[in-house]
């Protein structure tokens, strides 16, 4: 896996990203984004306007047609109705004065739609694939894009959302992002971040996530004053920290961006007093060492990623898949759910996860309650939420479309995030 040599992106690049196409609609990489020279090509190939790219296939496409049209007979004849008029094809010597002058390509170089080849994809045009993942080198989100995709080009980002974006302005073209751990529960902005983007689940990967107590060269225990991670380290450590590495009551817990961010914060500023929770790998990046390996509470803490793209991918049904879909109801609320659990139940169809979040348009309901003999009691409030559900079961099934048609009559929003291979591959 390559490192990205442009540092973070944050969202000022990305903003300015949106902001720096010239009158030809050429993308060029917003400042505080440095392409190594072998790789500017690469950026601004893939970030022309999408209907130039288009426009261009087009032309390239038709252009074979007509010269494969020139080899096999110079005469066609084109019917309008119950006449036939016979024309003669313009020579290709005739026309170069007046054709646009493009590399020859043949019909096996078109755009052809993602496949599950593409989970483990070749380079393209030359250039590793960029993958975006949130945080600093040495986070475990980094560690799970190498996983994903071995030889990819990691682009680290500021935020999840900076993330998103990047893909969709092909500044990368995939991220790998957390959506729940098997200690912390779900990872809720994400989940957010999914319905107001556009883009596709095209796999997942789950990650044994290992902590190591990190700490400035000649530092010893007795000399901590605080400890600094992301938050779900710190909670997923905190027995272990007390009890096990007998830290002093005195020692603060402080919550941070993210757990290789911390240890690239003590190193910077030489804190002979602070310790981070990160992986052994951003010991190495950032020339700290490791005070006591594996502390986690327990040891089969793992956090599973999703893998998104501009496109889905094509469904399949020669391996196992998983499916996650989202949807709501404006009036029934949280009713509808017993109705969609029944779907899946009929048809046979297993869920591997069901996770609630707010309606952010309409939060709150408001609903009249009625007695005996329907006398008004008055008014009450409900919660108003979205679904999200996972399920076992490839798109490319029957039932599974069956089911989806079913859900779909007493819903008013329903989406499916992408259908994509399940990761029954090792978390470590």
């Known amino acids: 896996m390559a490192a990205a040599t442009g540092g973070i992106i944050s969202s000022d690049v990305i903003n300015q990203a949106l902001k720096s196409t010239d009158n030809n609609h050429e993308r060029k990489p917003p400042m505080g984004l440095q392409l190594p020279a072998t790789k500017r090509l690469g950026f601004f190939r893939c970030s022309y306007a999408r ?9 390239l496409s038709g252009r074979v047609a007509a010269d494969h049209s020139e080899k096999s007979s110079p005469i066609t004849s084109v019917e309008d109705g119950d006449s036939s008029e016979t024309q003669q094809l313009v020579p290709s010597s005739q026309q170069e004065s007046s054709s646009l002058d493009l590399m020859p390509m043949n019909s096996r170089n078109l755009p052809r739609p993602l496949t599950i080849t593409d989970l483990s994809p070749v380079a393209m045009h030359g250039f590793p694939l960029r993958v975006a993942y949130q945080g600093v080198p040495g986070a475990y989100s980094e560690a799970a894009a190498g996983k994903a995709y071995p030889d990819c080009e990691a682009i680290p980002c500021e935020q999840f959302e900076v993330a998103f974006e990047a ?6 073209d995939r991220a790998v992002l957390p959506v729940e751990n098997s200690l912390g529960g779900s990872i809720h902005r994400n989940y957010d971040l999914l ?10 990967v789950k ?7 990190l700490a400035l060269p000649g530092v010893k225990k007795e000399e901590l004053r605080r400890v600094i991670s992301h938050p779900q380290a710190l909670s997923q450590c905190e027995h272990t920290l007390t009890n096990e590495l007998e830290l002093s009551a005195g020692v603060a817990r402080e919550a941070v961006d993210d757990t290789a961010g911390a240890a690239e914060y003590v190193a910077q500023n030489g804190l002979r007093d602070t310790a981070a929770i990160a992986s052994a790998r951003a010991a190495e990046l950032y020339g700290m060492n490791i005070l006591a390996d594996g502390i986690q509470d327990d040891s089969g803490n793992v956090t599973r990623f999703v893998m998104l793209a501009r496109e889905p991918i094509i469904p399949k ?24 659990l029944s779907s899946f139940a009929f048809r046979d169809i297993q869920l591997t996860k069901i996770e609630s979040r707010p309606q952010r348009n309409r939060p709150i ?16 409030k409900h919660f108003e939420y979205i679904f999200y559900i996972d399920f076992a079961a490839s798109m490319a099934e029957v039932r599974a479309q069956n089911a989806l048609s079913e859900i779909q009559e007493f819903t008013s929003f329903l989406r499916v995030l992408g259908s994509y291979p399940m990761d029954i591959s090792p978390s470590d």
């Open 51 to 59: 209907t130039n790219w288009l426009s261009s296939c087009a032309i």
């Open 167 to 172: 893909v969709e302005l092909w500044v990368a």
């Open 195 to 204: 319905l107001r983007h556009r883009l596709h689940i095209v796999g997942e």
């Open 207 to 213: 990650l044994s996530v290992r902590h190591c107590l």
């Open 317 to 340: 049904t020669d391996r196992p898949f998983k499916t996650s879909i989202v949807f709501a109801h404006d009036k029934d609320g949280t009713s509808i759910l017993f109705k969609v």
């Open 365 to 380: 309901r408001v609903v009249n309650v009625n007695g005996d003999d329907d006398v008004n009691l008055g008014t009450a």
